[in-house]
């Protein structure tokens, strides 16, 4: 091995060990905690992983040389770790996770919503806000019992809604980290994040099976991923 491959091959292999974890922990806690931004990053992670494993797999080769078995060690970790990496991201640990931890806040969602005739109720932070038919866009945030009040006093008296219960499930949203809730046509929907129709969430439905080509509230965005997370729950994915 020369001084120039001896002192690559150091450089790769200090590189390579904190980006791997940096992946594995991703993996493992990717999930409404970290939003579209942890898919990102995991994606991209990934991608500067693999980059980083291949030039350190040919310097390995190079360095020890072609014919002997152990130059060919780096490249059978290559594909362990791969196979981890992607039997993990398609397991979807962290949204296990986040579901056990708010079990109770998803069932609480489900029954007062129903309960109380809110079928779609947005987090009131974002740019477009909507409480059952009506939509508010702009640049404020209702956060509060008198802010949504206020601005939804039409649709509160009209559709005959609790406002403390309306407060209590906008709470619980941000509680499940979810950015809109829509419970109609047969299906509870909780969407986390996305952009577009690609959006994620979680997804319930008492009364149809839920699977893989469906079309679900609000948007007739096509189911393109289900996991089951319990309790008749799933993390969904759509395009």
């Not at 579901?99 to 109770?104: A, E, G």
């Not at 209702?142 to 209590?168: C, G, H, Q, W």
């Not at 799933?234 to 395009?239: A, K, L």
Request: glycine share 8%; net charge negative.
């Amino acid at each position: 091995m020369n001084r120039d491959s001896s002192i690559a091959l150091r450089w790769i292999k200090f590189l390579a060990k904190p980006v791997v974890l940096t992946l594995l922990i991703i993996i493992v806690f990717n999930g409404p905690w970290l939003g579209t931004f942890g898919e990102v990053v995991l994606f991209f992670g990934f991608i500067i992983y693999l980059v980083v494993a291949v030039i350190r797999c040919v310097v390995e080769v190079m360095a020890i040389g072609f014919k002997k078995p152990e130059a060919y060690v780096e490249l059978v970790r290559l594909s362990v770790i791969c196979a981890v990496f992607i039997t993990f991201a398609g397991f979807e640990m962290g949204y296990r996770v986040h579901y056990l931890i708010n079990k109770n806040n998803f069932e609480t969602i489900e029954a007062v919503s129903e309960a109380q005739g809110i079928y779609s109720l947005s987090d009131m932070r974002r740019y477009h806000k909507v409480l059952n038919s009506t939509l508010i866009s702009n640049d404020e945030q209702y956060l509060t019992r008198a802010a949504i009040e206020k601005a939804y006093a039409t649709t509160i008296e009209a559709d005959k809604l609790d406002i403390d219960s309306v407060v209590m499930l906008r709470d619980k949203l941000d509680s499940v980290l979810a950015i809109q809730l829509d419970n109609e046509q047969g299906y509870t929907v909780l969407t986390v994040g996305g952009f577009l129709d690609n959006e994620y969430g979680y997804i319930k439905s008492d009364i149809y099976g839920i699977k893989v080509g469906d079309m679900i509230p609000p948007y007739g965005s096509t189911v393109i991923s289900l996991e089951a997370m319990g309790g008749g729950w799933y993390m969904y994915r759509t395009t």
